[in-house]
Structures are given as structure tokens and as C-alpha cells.
């Protein structure tokens, strides 16, 4: 189950921008709702040329019955590959202190990288050099959790057959941008994490941001969960393993002051930026178009364990956005929506979660444990207090939410499940593709 990179897609609508009247009623109404059903834990913010336009912490960032702590503007989240348009931003330092070129060759570095020669650092930052995506694998999720040496990732990213010919199309690959941190670090002699004090975060007084390490509590970093009866603890990827592609730690607040610094000059040039902003395919540099109807955006998401992040930035209007998640059984796109709206004056759209429920008579046709010839896996689908759930083998439970007759969804992952009870079969489908499950 992994987060896809979404864009808001929305049809043309005519709205003004005022962040002095900003419909803040709207959103807290949302996130109450969010906070009530058990939907979200999350931290959001709005910022309107670098200015605080409306900021809301809802859940928890530990939840213990010993030790419990509830989320706060400051509680710091894994943000995931958000960390790339960190990582793109030093790449483009790089190049404007000619230190590195965009075509520069990945053999220069690292020659055993099949086609190395081939790939050009710009294809790298765009998703198009073709180099495998390490977390595709079954392999990675068998051993997430456990540290890995530079050498030991690049013996495993040594052994890839490329997806593709170099620059042929466009492919997200994490391996990609590991490889982008390593050659920081090689071309600076300096490891990531002193490059992103000094190049990011002391340039920019960044003080609730780090690189790596375990999740700490008392530092404020948040936990992360998934639902099922009750906020269940996920499991944790030790951060030696997504590093420049998703191992930054940090708050809503520093991250987009973070967007709002590159978007006005104060990390890159606008030559730099232009190249970010300039989209091929899907991806620009560390950055992928998010269009809020008319309006042009840019930003990133990111994914890991429990954690579920969006920011974006819209520079016709200097606003930026940010959702940061480390419990999530509803939609961040939703959410982010849901604040882009309140800011330009567009209807906000609140859920009925009362109206999600399933009695044990509508569920009973439903349960059991179905499996597929297409994939190794099992799925149970089970039912308590009025709600149904589905569990794959060895993976968290989610709360399956009604759409229609026989068709379920998981906002969070992006799922459908569409039973034939007569049948007693199941067609699951996420990010396009579809698996026939028989009871």
C-alpha cells in the first residue's frame, strides 16, 4: 500500500482570493468531524506570503495509554518524498556553484550502475533515467525496518535491470534520488545531513528540521498508526534506507517556509526554478504540478508507514499549503482541497460519516478470507460496531467505507473492492490495476 503522487484536478471555477476572510468556520466544522469518527490525526497549515492564514492540530503524535501525547503545530512528522524537493534544491545549488551539471553522467560516481553512462543528472531528477525503484521490490517491505549501509543500497541498486531506456519516458523511482544524495555527499564531502543544515537550514533558521535518525518522542516526533477498532501503531523504516528520497523529518511550519524560501529566491535562482517548475511528462524537478482549478500550483507528496504528507504552492498567489498526517483513514487530497477551498472562496465539502455505517445483516454476505491466483495474498474481511474491515496477510486492518451497493473503498490507500457475493468473489483495484479475490 503506497501513496501515489496526486494532482488536484478540478474544473475551471471563478473565485477571489482574500485571506482576511478566510471561511475558518468551514474547516474547523471538517476537522472536528475528522477528530470525532477516528478519520485523521493530522497537522495542517495555510500561509499566505509567508503569514500564518489558518493552522490546526487534531489527534494525536503518541498514542499510548501510559504516555499519550496529543498533536500540536509542533509536533514533527517523517514527511517522506517531500524530502526530494529538499534534495533537488541542493542538486541546484550544486549546479549554480559548477560544482555539478545538469548532464552531468552518473558514471562519474557511480560507474556500476547499470547504464550509467547513460544517465544524465537532470533524467535522475526528473523520474527519467530508468533505474529500478527499489521500493516496488517485495524484498524492501520484508526489511524496511532494519539499518542499511550506502554500500550495502548500492550493492542491492548494482544488481537492478533497468526499467527503461535512459530519457525513453517517466517513472518515479526512490532509487533515483537516494543516488541524488549520495552524490551530494560525494561532491561536497560532506554527509546529507551537514549539507541540508548548511545549505537549507541555517540559511533559512529551519529549527524544528532533521535528517535521519529514530523517532523520538521527546523531541516531539509523531508516531505513526493505522485504524481499525482503535489507532494501532505502524511499523517504523529505519531512515538509513529512503534517505535522500524520504528520510527529512519536520513540521508543516518549516516546511513551507522551506517552499515559500525557494519559490522567492532565497535558496535558488530563478533560472533554477524555472528549470524545477518546467514540467516533462509528469515531473518537474523535485517538484510535480498540483493545480487547484485555474490555478497553478507546484508541490509534492510523500508516503512512509503511517505517514501521509502534501504541500504545495501556488505563485500567482504566494499561498502554500500543507497536510501532515501520521493516522490517516481519510483522504489528504481531501483535506487539502477542503482548505484551498475555504481560502478562495469555494463551497467546503464536509462528509457524513454517520452515514458510512454497516449493519451486521449488510456486512454478513461480505465476510470471509479471499484469496487470488494473480497475487500471493490474503485478505479478511471482518465486521464490528457497524463497520467493515479488510486486512491483507501480515498488513494493518482498514476501514472499508460504503460508495454503493457492493462497493467498498480505502481513501487512504487509494482501493476499491467491489464484492459478487453470489459469486463469492471480490475484484480489488488500486492504482489502476485490478485482482480477482474468490472466497
Known amino acids: 500500500m503506497k501513496l501515489k503522487l496526486i494532482p488536484i484536478v478540478a474544473l475551471f471555477f471563478a473565485f477571489s482570493a482574500s485571506a482576511q476572510q478566510i471561511n475558518t468556520a468551514d474547516l474547523d466544522r471538517l476537522f472536528d468531524s475528522l477528530t470525532v469518527h477516528n478519520k ?25 495509554s501510559a504516555r499519550s501525547a496529543k498533536a500540536t503545530p509542533q509536533t514533527r512528522y517523517r514527511i517522506g518524498s517531500i524530502t ?39 533524467m535522475m531528477l526528473r523520474h527519467r533515467s530508468g533505474i529500478h525503484n527499489f521500493t516496488d521490490d517485495e524484498a524492501y517491505w520484508k526489511q524496511q525496518t532494519q539499518p542499511r549501509t550506502r554500500a550495502e543500497m548500492l550493492a542491492v541498486f548494482d544488481k537492478y535491470k533497468p526499467d527503461f531506456i535512459p530519457d525513453a519516458e517517466a517513472k518515479y523511482s526512490n532509487t533515483g534520488y537516494i543516488l541524488l544524495g549520495y552524490i551530494i555527499e560525494e561532491v561536497t564531502k560532506k554527509s546529507y545531513e551537514k549539507n541540508l543544515q548548511e545549505r537549507i537550514l541555517a540559511r533559512i533558521g529551519l ?17 505513526s498508526y493505522s485504524f481499525s477498532k482503535s489507532w494501532e501503531k505502524r511499523e517504523e523504516t529505519d531512515l538509513s534506507q529512503p534517505a535522500g528520497a524520504g528520510a527529512i523529518v519536520s513540521t508543516p511550519g518549516d516546511v513551507l ?22 514540467i516533462v511528462d509528469i515531473f518537474g524537478i523535485g517538484l510535480a504540478p498540483i493545480p487547484f482549478y485555474q490555478k497553478k500550483g507546484y508541490g509534492h507528496t510523500g508516503g512512509l508507514d503511517g505517514f501521509q504528507t502534501m504541500m504545495v504552492y501556488f505563485p500567482g498567489d504566494s499561498l502554500a499549503g500543507a497536510v501532515f498526517s501520521n493516522g490517516v483513514d481519510y483522504p489528504l487530497n481531501d483535506i487539502l482541497i477542503a482548505m484551498l477551498s475555504a481560502y478562495y472562496k469555494v463551497p467546503v465539502i464536509i462528509p457524513d460519516f454517520n452515514a458510512m455505517q454497516v449493519s451486521p445483516e449488510e456486512a ?27 486486512q491483507p496477510t501480515g498488513q494493518p486492518t482498514f476501514l472499508l467505507t460504503p460508495v454503493k451497493k457492493d462497493v467498498f473503498k480505502i481513501d487512504s490507500v487509494q482501493l476499491t473492492v467491489e464484492f459478487r457475493p453470489e459469486q463469492k468473489e471480490a475484484t480489488i483495484t488500486q492504482a489502476g490495476q485490478a485482482f480477482l479475490f474468490t472466497k
Open 84 to 122: 526530494k524537493t529538499f534534495t533537488a534544491t541542493m542538486i541546484m545549488q550544486l549546479v549554480e556553484e559548477k560544482k555539478l551539471a545538469l548532464d552531468t553522467h552518473l558514471d562519474k560516481y557511480f560507474p556500476s550502475i547499470p547504464n550509467a553512462g547513460r544517465i544524465t543528472i537532470e
Open 364 to 390: 454478513e454476505p461480505y465476510l470471509g478470507v479471499y484469496e487470488s491466483k494473480q497475487i500471493p495474498l490474503k485478505v479478511t474481511i471482518s465486521h464490528k460496531d457497524n463497520k467493515l474491515f479488510f
Open 257 to 278: 517556509a522551506f517552499v515559500n524560501a525557494l519559490f522567492t529566491g532565497k535558496l535558488v535562482s530563478q533560472q533554477s526554478l524555472t528549470q524545477m517548475t518546467k
Open 207 to 223: 529549527k524544528n528540521t532533521s535528517f535521519g535518525g529514530k523517532i523520538d518522542p521527546a523531541r516531539g516526533d509523531a508516531y
Open 40 to 64: 485523521s490525526m493530522a497537522s495542517v497549515l495555510l500561509m499566505h506570503k509567508g503569514q500564518k492564514v489558518y493552522e490546526r492540530a487534531i489527534g494525536y503524535a503518541v498514542v499510548d
